[in-house]
Each structure stands twice: as C-alpha cells, then as structure tokens.
C-alpha cells in the first residue's frame, strides 16, 4: 500500500508523456499540411493568371497592297511579304490621336510581335477574306497584358508602359475593345522568348516521349532482374554484392546518372544531345533502382505456399514463376513502376547534363527530334528576366502537379484494385 501513491504518479506521468507525444504527432502534421496548402495557394495564385491572356479588338483589313503580295498561292511570295502592315495598320486606324515616330513606336508595342503571324494563318485558313475586312481580337504584348490584368486586380503595374499607351488602354477598357481570353498559346504552342507566345506543348510532348523510352526500356529489364535475383539467382556473395549496389543505386543523386549519361552516350556513343531517345536513357539508369527494389518487395509478398503448391503438383521453376508468382506480384511491379515514372517526370539535373536544356520552339514529332521537358521548361522560364514569365512558370509547375499528381493516384488505386491480401 505504501507503494500506490508512487505508482499512481507513474501512471500520470506516462498518461501526460503518452498525451504529449500525440500532440507532438499532430502538430507535425499540421505543419507539413500547413506548408503543403501555403505552397498551393501560392503557386495557383501566381499561375493561373497564365490561362488567360489580353486581346484587343482592331478591324483589321487584309490589304494586298499592304501585305505586298498579289496571291495567296505563291510560297516564294508568302515568305516575302510584310505580314504586320495588317496589325500596325488595324493600330494607326484605330487611334488617330498618335504623333511622330516615338508614339508610332508605342503604338505597335501594344499587340504581340507574332500577331503578323496569327493573321497569316487566319487568312491562309480563310482565303475569302483576302482584300476584305473583319473585326478581329489581336493577342497584345506582355508589357500591356501584366498591366492590364494587375490594373484589374487593383494594383496597376505600369513601370514599362508610356503614358500615352496607358491612356489608350483606359480608351480600349471603356468601349469594351480589351479583355481576357483563354491563353490557347499555353496549351499549344513551344517555347518562345516572347511571354505572350510562348507555351509548353513542346515541353509536355518532350516528357511524355522521354517518359515513354524510360518506362519501355526499364519496366522489363528491371522486372526481369527483380525475378532473377528473387527466384533464380544462388546466394553468394557475388549476388550480395549487386545486391548491395542496387540499394546503393537507388540513394545515388540524380545529377550523377547525368553525368554518366553525358559520359557514356554522347561522349561515347555519340547520341546527339537534347533529343528523348538520351534523355530516356538517362532517366533509365536512373529508375532502375527504384523499379527493381520495388519488383522484389512484390515477388517476396507472394506466400511460399503458393510456390510450393505449384512445384508439388509437377511444374517447373519457369511455370511456377510465370504462372504463378509474376501475375500475383505485379499490381506491386505496377505501382513501383508508375512512383519510378513519376520521379523520373520531376527529374531536372540529371537531364540538364545531357543538353535538354535547349531553347526549343519546334513541337518534337519523334524520339530523334530536338525536345526539352517540362521541368526544364520550368528552370528556363524561372530565370527569365521578363515578369509575364513567373506567371508562365507557376502554371507549367501546376500542370506538372497535376501529371504527378495523377500517377500517383493511379498508382494507389492501381494497389487498392488489383493486390491479394494473404
């Protein structure tokens, strides 16, 4: 009895230190999803201003003089004529109240440098309209959009912007000639040194080949390794060894396999640099590791009985493995696979080593074809110097979010639909 009371202190203090360590647990979560939404919202709040982009409305009037060409069937004449007189002239047409060459100047400023081109395709596109008018809305530059959609959000940024073309702005938001579209650009266009311009399909079709090789090549070959270590190879310590380096492997930074890469496949084998086929090579080595450690995990999950089972009524090793053990292990190859798929798609040093951090315009058509990818894409834009770009930047990092973001749902549900529990 002398000894309840200290007991019962015991049992206090354990009550408060168990209490304390869930709090602690709790905190910690709160933490890292606190950090977790503050980094979404930042990144949704500077991003999704890009999927929208500024035009203004000219009555543009398809003038052979203006263009220069007589025929819209002559190629030699198509590359040689002078497509914006169209926009410049919709612009002097517009607003009379421009004077000398300095407000000329400002003037043409205010639509994009490619709005010549968009008017070529319009026009090759609607040959009819070839000597006839139509009102049309013309993408502006990157100066005017920015401050157009800060001036709508009620802080105007205008440190690049003459007084005159602000005061057109102001006369183009009252007549209902200036708003916000969908950026089509965005979404189907390359790269461009021009913010209004530039897009990222080029970068989402380079990833998605890149990705394409890497899954070809390292799903198999890592599955095949998985199975022979697991299933056929002797214990010694030649298969510690690789054993062991495989682990190591997989701890390895990514920017070492780019260096291996530029090593072994441009140095050596001299692949040419910035195209997917070395970029999935790369990324292959890389997710190799991954893949194999992962492939092991799900043969080991397999019960011995049912190898046993499978060899007691006569099948060989072979059957046992590819009748037996592979179907049952391979929603956890799946889900291995999809997570080492979704490393390699955030995945920048290694691929920075290698050259694909070339400024490509072009949308690459094969697995030869100059390309960049999507993480890339985000490192060049970020280090531009035009503000339009960290608008760019935040989507292209929102859409890459989502790309992850859906492999590794796949790769959940993929587990909760197609694995055994023994």
């Known amino acids: 009895m002398d000894n309840l009371p200290k007991i019962k202190r015991s049992l206090k203090r354990r009550s408060r230190s168990e209490a304390r360590f869930r709090w602690y647990g709790r905190i910690a979560i709160i933490?890292?999803?606190?950090?977790?939404?503050?980094?979404?919202?930042?990144?949704?709040?500077?991003?999704?201003?890009?999927?929208?982009?500024?035009?203004?409305q000219l009555e543009v009037h398809y003038d052979p003089d203006a263009i220069g060409i007589n025929s819209l069937t002559d190629k030699s004449l198509l590359m040689q004529a002078n497509w914006d007189a169209l926009s410049k002239k919709a612009l002097r047409n517009r607003f009379a109240d421009w004077s000398g060459r300095s407000d000329k100047r400002k003037l043409y400023k205010l639509v994009s440098n490619g709005a010549g081109f968009d008017l070529k395709d319009r026009l090759l596109a609607n040959p009819d309209l070839f000597g006839k008018t139509e009102t049309r809305w013309i993408l502006v530059d990157d100066d005017i959009d920015t401050y157009y959609k800060s001036w709508l959000d009620g802080e105007p940024y205008s440190a690049r912007l003459s007084a005159k073309q602000v005061q057109w702005i102001d006369q183009l938001h009252q007549q209902g000639q200036i708003r916000l579209q969908l950026n089509t650009n965005l979404l189907t266009r390359g790269d461009s040194r021009e913010p209004e311009q530039a897009g990222i399909r080029g970068a989402v079709v380079g990833s998605l080949l890149t990705l394409l090789l890497t899954l070809m090549?390292?799903?198999?070959i890592g599955v095949a390794a998985a199975i022979y270590l697991e299933e056929f190879a002797a214990k010694n310590r030649f298969t510690d060894f690789i054993e062991v380096n495989i682990n190591n492997l997989a701890a390895v930074p990514s920017i070492i396999f780019g260096l291996l890469g530029l090593a072994v496949f441009i140095n050596f084998f001299h692949v040419p640099r910035s195209v997917p086929i070395v970029g999935g090579l790369v990324l292959t080595l890389m997710t190799l590791p991954t893949i194999i450690i992962t492939s092991r995990a799900a043969i080991k999950s397999v019960p011995p009985s049912i190898r046993e089972a499978a060899l007691g009524m006569g099948a060989s090793r072979y059957q046992v493995v590819i009748h037996h053990v592979l179907p049952l292990a391979l929603p956890g190859m799946l889900t291995g696979a999809i997570i080492g798929m979704a490393q390699a798609l955030g995945e920048t040093a290694p691929l920075l080593m290698i050259g694909m951090v070339a400024f490509i315009v072009d949308i690459p058509q094969g697995f030869t074809d100059p390309a960049t990818v999507l993480p890339v894409q985000i490192f060049l834009w970020a280090d531009s110097p035009e503000?339009?770009?960290?608008?760019?930047?935040?989507?292209?990092?929102?859409?890459?979010?989502?790309?992850l973001l859906i492999m590794n749902i796949s790769a959940v549900w993929l587990r909760k639909r197609l694995e055994r529990r023994w």
């Open 31 to 56: 933490l890292g999803l606190a950090a977790v939404f503050t980094l979404f919202v930042d990144i949704i709040g500077k991003g999704h201003g890009a999927f929208k982009a500024t035009y203004i």
């Open 217 to 220: 090549l390292s799903f198999p």
């Open 387 to 403: 503000r339009a770009f960290i608008e760019k930047t935040s989507a292209a990092i929102m859409v890459l979010l989502s790309f």
